[in-house]
């Protein structure tokens, strides 16, 4: 009887495994969907900081009554000025509140200056630390905020397109009907 050597074996058994991972994907409600362990937790606290200029970003905005967002933004992220005309138009609706990811501020202060200011207030994370408590991975990301200061929902990506269409904007609605 010939003995097979178990290196041999590891191949396809790591084929069957990502196969497996895959299968289990597609078979999810949501496969574009990224799970966030805050959602229906309060929202974590927002660093002290804010741009030269700018109303400062507090905790306290973000318990206020009535729905709200907060969004992760850099200068820097093409997808944050891809979305930017969304935000502007949200923030005719909602509070949208800002927090400038890693960024320089006169980069991002000419971003806001030449693309408008969509934000009631910001805040800004320069290392990253606040983004890691909100499980933020890159920006943009914007999170529905509910009158208490609870994460109703994450969205990672820019707000654009269809992805804002069938999966941001009926969460947004519904935050607001439940309001």
Known sequence: ???????????????????????????????????????????????????????????EMLRQPGVKLVNFWASWCPPCRIEHPTLTALSQEIPVYGVDLRDIDANALRFLEEDGDPFAAIATDPRGRTAIDWGVTAPPETFILDGEGRVLYRHAGPLVDADYETRFRPELERALADQ
């Open 1 to 59: 009887m010939a003995r097979i050597a178990p290196l041999v074996l590891l191949p396809p058994l790591a084929f069957i495994a990502l196969a497996g991972v895959f299968l289990w994907g597609m078979g999810r409600d949501d496969p574009g969907a990224v799970p966030s362990a805050i959602v229906g937790r309060e929202a974590p606290p927002v660093p002290a900081t804010t741009l030269p200029g700018k109303t400062a970003l507090t905790d």
